[in-house]
């Protein structure tokens, strides 16, 4: 199959141009030509099974952008209308329950997967939630396929740690550690010491003891996964970062709410901060501070900066709407597009398949009316994979 894209704006290479063709072949993109420019092109990769089928599509008048990518939502674990029954966001009854994996509560029929390619959204991470200090494994997926399988490209994309306000309520209601900011931090590095001694035992011969909370946890302190740091608060964020410096972990801000008020910091950590979901109104104390002026503040300090809408608490359409308005407040509209589509891919590792329309780069293409960021602008056509998707 041998899909051909002619006409347009094209956003490619940090900016926009206009598309004179872009080949799709073998789910990967192999050839884009702008006007004024040389067509670039893979080596050749020989014709495989179907590619004598071919099909033009015309892009007058349309924007051509690469498929959008939320770095941190709860996309399918709360199925949108349902209700309890289908809420599995938290397993909130076990401090650190980094053994459960989201990929095992991912519901391919919530609306919300739909409402995702409406906003021009093709990849997404999906974590549990932020009750537990240690809360779970995030996978990342495509929007596609009827089961789990056929959308997940990572099953374990980081564990989710949480700092501040949720903890210290879910556990302070229950008469228990942690409720306060203090015991959070120490639930944490308790269960890093443990799994640092586990991982010890375990290069003893005969070694039988396994313990799938401590398995789960070695891949954070062998450097494998990243550790996903729920922190809206600036002392929250040092907090993370402080844990990661002592166990030699790759940290990843979540939320970062106060993040522009230690931005110089962060920028001398070369810090990665998801930011969001600043559309939201200030509903508790941790968002008092909450701006669109973070995310270029972070950026103006050389931070790796994505955005997201935290899905549910935004609709993860939405996320073009939340970097628009980061453009509103200061932001360039092109580092404003990165930040949904290039970055979060870096985020996520997949910084040399996603987040691009480049050659040899997944054919993960969406076309648009109009300017993504203009909210009368409709998605019309999505490729994953250079195959069409049913919106």
Known sequence: MRTILEGGTLFYQGSFHELTRMVIEKEKITEITVA??????????????????????????????????????????????????????????????PQVRAIDALKMRDMGLRDALRGG????MITPGSANPIGGQACVIKIRGKVAEEAVIRENAGIKFAFGENPKRVYGEQKQVPSTRMGTAAV????????????????????????????ALLPLLEGKVPVRAHAHLADDIITAYRIGQEFDLDVIIEHGTEGHLIAKELGRWKAKVVVGPTLASRCKAELRNQSFDTVRTLMDEGCQVAITTDHPVIPIYALPVCAAMCVRFGLDEEKA???????????????????RLETGYDADVVVWSGHPFDVRSKVEKVLIDGKDVAL
């Not at 959204?121 to 997404?124: G, R, S």
């Not at 944490?188 to 398995?215: C, P, S, T």
């Not at 597009?337 to 987040?355: C, N, Q, S, V």
Request: glycine share 12%.
């Open 36 to 97: 004024g420019g040389k067509a670039k092109k893979p080596k050749p990769q020989g014709k495989g099974k179907g590619s004598d089928t071919e099909t033009t599509v015309r892009c007058d008048g349309k924007y051509i952008m690469p498929g959008f990518i939320d770095a941190h939502t709860h996309l399918s674990l709360e199925e949108e209308g349902v209700g309890w029954a289908d809420a599995d966001l938290n397993e909130e009854f076990g401090l650190a329950t």
């Open 121 to 124: 959204i093709t990849t997404c």
């Open 188 to 215: 944490v590095r308790e269960w890093l010491m443990k799994a640092q001694d586990y991982g010890k035992k375990k290069k003893v011969k005969d070694f039988k003891e396994r313990d799938i909370k401590l398995e």
């Open 337 to 355: 597009i990165k930040a949904i589509t290039e970055y979060p891919a870096a985020m996520l590792g997949f910084d040399k398949r996603l987040g």
